[in-house]
Structure formats: structure tokens, C-alpha cells
């Protein structure tokens, strides 16, 4: 298996057409502007690691091809993270044991109470999940002997705690707000980092593109590529031409290979 980071999904919470809006970026036939929920696939050391189960996540994993899942890492609760939790059932139920699920105290709460049926040590169904609690204070935690993973402490709408992961020289941020200097520190050296960007407009609880290449030109990654992308940021085309040389606005589908990075 080839190191690399699949872009599942790259829509902000509605997706990209929205439902009724007839703008030019939702009316586009260009399939760079149609932006499912947001969600990621890192293939690394011959293991699946997936970054939240996006509320269009079944149609992702049969559009990939995607019949295999080692661990998940779950960013916050919210549903267009969390809601395609329960397409993994399928993917459970051939594991001889319970699949890792990763996250916080709080967000293992609720998602014990959304799909009970999936969790605990004797799930209704074959398989299950088993979870595992992130203590962001408690840094690097270990998916196996090979990968360790950095919780990265951000905010989201409010003040809402929000974890990105750093896995090696790869970092998964989305529906970031702010971070503060401790752990942007976390995310130097880095060959890869995904980051959020809603729009070119600030809003309340996304980062905005200026804020998004600010972070970028601080911590200056090999390669960032934006996420979690509303209609209102514009074509893909005319923005990636605005962007500097090492920045890429990300789409549905799109691979990056690790070591081409490298």
C-alpha cells in the first residue's frame, strides 16, 4: 500500500452544490466545485486511518473503493463528522476485533448515545467498535508500535474544543478557529498539513483563507492543502491560481503521495 492521503470529502457542513442555491459555484459542471462533507483517508505503514465518518460517507468509501478500516480519529462531534459512523458496520463486521475509535471524553459520549448499537464491548451487531478516550495533555498516544499520533488542541464555534492529529510529518486540522501558539508550534517540520478554509469572507467559527495562508506561511509545510470549502470561496480554478506555489485547494478524490513529498 502506497503512503498517501485520499481527500474524501472537501465540503463544508451543507456540501457544495447546496441544496436550492443556484449561485455560479453551486450551478457549476466543473466536478472540483461538487465538494461532499468533509472527511480524509490516510494510508500510511500499510494502515488505513481515517479522519472523521462525514455525513456523505458512504458514497465515499464505494467511490474509493475503501473496504478496509484500521483506526478512526474523530475531530469533534459535530454531524457532518460523525453522522456516517454507522456506514462502517459493513467494514466491522469482517474484523475479528472491535475497531479503535479515537476521541475525546466528550465526543466518545455522544457518539456512544448516537449508535449504541455499534459500541461497547457486546454490540447488537457482529464487530463493533471499541473506544478509546484522546488526553490531549497526554501527548503522543500510539495506534500501533510503528504510529504515534500528536492531539492537536484547537477551537471551533464558541470556543468549542476541537482536535487536529499530527501523524509523522502529515496534519489533519479542519473546522479550526483558532489555535493557539503552544500548538501551532506542534505542526513545525511538517510535509504535509490539511487546514481548513471555509471562505474568503471571516466567519465566526472557520478559519478564512487570509487566516488559513497566515498559519501556512508560519509554519511553512512542504505542501498545505485547504478543506472543509463553502460555494462562496469561489471556483476552484480561479482560486488555486491565487494561491502560492506550495498551496492547493483540495477536491473530492485527490491524492497525495507521501513520498513524492518527501
Known sequence: MQDQLIFL????SQGVPIIGCNCEVCSSKDPHDHRLRTSA??????????FDTSADFRGQLLSEGITNIDYVLFTHEHRDHTA????LRPITWKREDSLPI???QRVLTYLH??????MGGKPKYPGGAKLREVAVDKTPFAL??????????MTHFQGLPILGFRIDKVAYLTDC????????NKLKDLDVLVIN????KEHPSHLSLSDALEIIDYLKPKQAYLTHIGHAMGYHKDVQKELPENVYLAYDGLKVSLVAVK
Open 9 to 12: 470529502g472537501t465540503g463544508t
Open 144 to 153: 500501533n508500535d510503528e504510529i504515534q499520533v500528536i492531539p492537536i488542541r
Open 102 to 104: 479515537y476521541a475525546e
Open 113 to 118: 448515545a448516537a449508535f449504541p448499537h455499534i
Open 197 to 200: 478554509a471555509l471562505g474568503k
Open 41 to 50: 483517508l490516510l494510508q500510511y505503514k500499510d494502515k488505513n486511518i481515517l
Open 177 to 184: 478557529k483558532t489555535i493557539d501558539n503552544e500548538n501551532l
Open 84 to 87: 456516517g459512523l454507522d456506514e
